[in-house]
């Protein structure tokens, strides 16, 4: 897959953490969905409530925290009180998705993968709001400008770069997934799934947003073609026929949200539940 990339003036004498701030603020000017604040200078922030996610993995006390707060907007938000497991599968749904999606999204829009360390990322829990601080770290191809800056690693082509972007994201996410299996009570190739599900589903969900649903589709699929360890499955995209001939692109999840245990009629449309008539019932209204 190529992507046409215009690098900004100011990559030869920007340092990473202001080509990642830059990244970063712009997938959350695209993205209605994301919910994140770019932090420029950690020291000159006021104290936010809420934890990083390093702390998730230390603290049992800020992981159940972290729990109680999605049972907390899950009751706000539907009137339902969800078991403490499907609370646990959806805070870390929110997680994986929102975490991937920083990583992605630099990736698709700019040819580069940031390193997100578990304590540059904190939740506010009473908001589900985001904070990231950019990183130091970073890879990108050897033609690009941020490659001689300090920190910048330059990778030899794009499949490369996909094998960083699968690794960046997995790093990141084996502590978290290792420190909830407990409370979702599910096995590795579940919760890996999941993490592929979500990471698949942010570039799609970037792609749409921009208008360009096809290219993320052909994105996404070079990122993950088969299953790539630890990920048990690739992004298998297929397309449903819908009455008036137009093919409408669908997959299905191999780790569930577990969102069918709060909407019971309202199952998400690449869930392993939803049938692909209900699915271009949908597509279509």
């Not at 959350?28 to 950690?42: G, M």
């Not at 009180?81 to 870390?92: E, G, K, M």
């Not at 999204?105 to 304590?119: N, S, T």
Request: neutral net charge.
């Amino acid at each position: 897959m190529t992507v046409a990339v215009e690098f900004p003036p100011t990559a030869a004498t920007t340092g990473v953490p202001g080509l990642l701030t830059a990244g970063y603020r712009r997938l959350d000017d695209l993205c209605e969905a994301l919910t994140v604040r770019v932090q420029d200078d950690p020291r000159a922030a006021p104290a936010q409530a809420g934890c990083s996610a390093a702390e998730l993995t230390d603290s049992q006390a800020a992981l159940e925290a972290f729990i109680e707060a999605e049972a907390a907007r899950i009751h706000d938000r539907h009137g339902h009180t969800p078991r403490r497991d499907v609370a646990a599968s959806r805070a870390l749904h929110d997680y994986a998705w929102s975490v991937g999606l920083l990583m992605s999204g630099v990736w698709y829009l700019e040819q580069r993968v940031p390193r997100i360390r578990p304590e540059d990322v904190r939740l506010d829990l009473a908001s589900g709001t985001y904070t990231i601080t950019p990183g130091s770290d970073l890879a990108c191809l050897p033609d690009d400008p941020a490659a001689a800056l300090p920190g910048a690693l330059p990778l030899a082509g794009e499949e490369a770069l996909h094998a960083a972007l699968r690794s960046a994201v997995a790093d990141h996410m084996r502590p978290l997934l290792t420190a909830l299996a407990p409370y979702v009570r599910r096995g590795p190739r579940t919760l890996w799934g999941m993490v592929g599900d979500d990471l698949v589903s942010g570039i799609w969900y970037l792609g749409r947003t921009l208008g360009r649903e096809a290219a993320a589709i052909r994105a996404a699929t070079a990122l993950l073609p088969s299953p790539k360890a630890p990920f048990p499955g690739g992004a298998d995209f297929r397309h449903l026929t819908g009455g008036d001939g137009r093919h409408h692109p669908t997959r299905t999840r191999i780790g569930c949200c577990l969102y069918y245990t709060i909407r019971p009629a309202e199952a998400c449309a690449t869930c392993p539940r939803t049938c692909d008539a209900e699915r271009l019932r949908r597509l279509e209204a």
